[in-house]
T-cell receptor, first 114, second 112 residues
Framework: SQQGEEDPQALSIQEGENATMNCSYK?????LQWYRQNSGRGLVHLIL?????REKHSGRLRVTLDTSKKSSSLLITASRAADTASYFC??????????????FGAGTQVVVTP | NAGVTQTPKFQVLKTGQSMTLQCAQD?????MYWYRQDPGMGLRLIYY???????DKGEVPNGYNVSRLNKREFSLRLESAAPSQTSVYFC???????????FGPGTRLTVL
């Protein structure tokens, strides 16, 4: 079963606007990661936030984590047409034998129009 | 560096046929993973290899086998393909002590 549930499923915005997507998960995590997938390509790692962190920034990306609500959000500021992609959250298990296994959400499809 | 490479890019099989999907990484990563991606379902882990010489089942291992041939290569085998295995397959790798996974470009498999 999927650990992460993402919301919304799809998002359409214009260039320059901000895009926000949310991820909820079910069990305790070690860290939460966000990946981007361009059409027909593999996933690319964007940013990681650990369970003891509340907010993290990387360029135009801002990630928040609320462990009490078991949720995270990804904000892309000043979006560009090149940001058009699907975005996935992935949670890493807390168990010591996890070996880096991730559980992925179903993704948010973002379309940025010029 | 090529990163993570997968072959083939596309494949069409008939029900009951067998095939092996190949994956190789040149980043000296320790762990490797096989996922399948179906519409609206994100990625699901099929098998993974924490290190050379070890393999373990993931979330959806039925109908698949894997081989960690060496540190670089991790193959996925379908012994008797079924239409339910129509999917896009991704291989990924990770360096020990790091958390982010690096993905290959995927293999789009159709089973008729």
């Amino acid at each position: 079963s999927q650990q992460g549930e993402e919301d919304p499923q799809a998002l359409s915005i214009q260039e320059g606007e901000n895009a926000t997507m949310n991820c909820s998960y079910k069990t305790s995590i070690n860290n939460l990661q966000w990946y981007r997938q361009n059409s027909g390509r593999g996933l690319v790692h964007l940013i990681l936030i650990r369970s003891n962190e509340r907010e993290k920034h990387s360029g135009r990306l801002r990630v928040t984590l609320d462990t009490s609500k078991k949720s995270s959000s990804l904000l892309i500021t000043a979006s560009r047409a090149a940001d058009t992609a699907s975005y996935f959250c992935a949670t890493a298990y807390m168990t010591t034998d996890s070996w880096g296994k991730l559980q992925f959400g179903a993704g948010t499809q973002v379309v940025v129009t010029p | 560096n090529a990163g993570v490479t997968q072959t083939p890019k596309f494949q069409v099989l008939k029900t009951g046929q067998s095939m092996t999907l190949q994956c190789a990484q040149d980043m000296n990563h320790n762990s490797m993973y096989w996922y399948r991606q179906d519409p609206g379902m994100g990625l699901r882990l099929i098998y993974y290899s924490a290190s050379e010489g070890t393999t373990d089942k993931g979330e959806v291992p039925n109908g698949y086998n894997v081989s960690r041939l060496n540190k670089r290569e991790f193959s996925l085998r379908l012994e008797s393909a079924a239409p339910s295995q129509t999917s896009v397959y991704f291989c990924a790798s990770k360096l020990a002590g790091r958390n982010e996974q690096f993905f290959g470009p995927g293999t789009r498999l159709t089973v008729l």
